[in-house]
């Protein structure tokens, strides 16, 4: 019993933090949209084309996230967490 407790308080943890890292994407990209309608498209910086040369995917790191990051990434991966949360 404590285990699924446990687990539920997990679930609730993750899908929380994955509420939030979507609320600063989201609210990054909104930014970026203004940023880049006010300057002139042509402009491209050498580390954008850097990126996009490697295929690099991921979540982006904003601020002090990379914890999240790094535990939500480490958790998607593990195929029978996985199967346990979808399973509920």
Do not use: H, P
């Not at 994955?18 to 609320?23: K, N």
């Not at 990379?66 to 958790?75: D, G, H, P, R």
């Amino acid at each position: 019993m404590k285990v699924k407790k446990l687990l539920i308080s997990l679930i609730a943890i993750i899908f929380v933090l994955v509420i939030w890292i979507i609320f600063i994407i989201s609210s990054k990209r909104k930014d970026i949209e203004k940023v880049s309608a006010e300057t002139n498209r042509t402009k491209v910086s050498e580390d954008n084309l850097l990126l996009s040369e490697r295929n690099i995917v991921g979540l982006e790191n904003d601020k002090y996230v990379c914890y999240f990051n790094s535990i939500i990434q480490a958790l998607y991966v593990q195929t029978d967490f996985m199967n346990k949360i979808f399973s509920y």
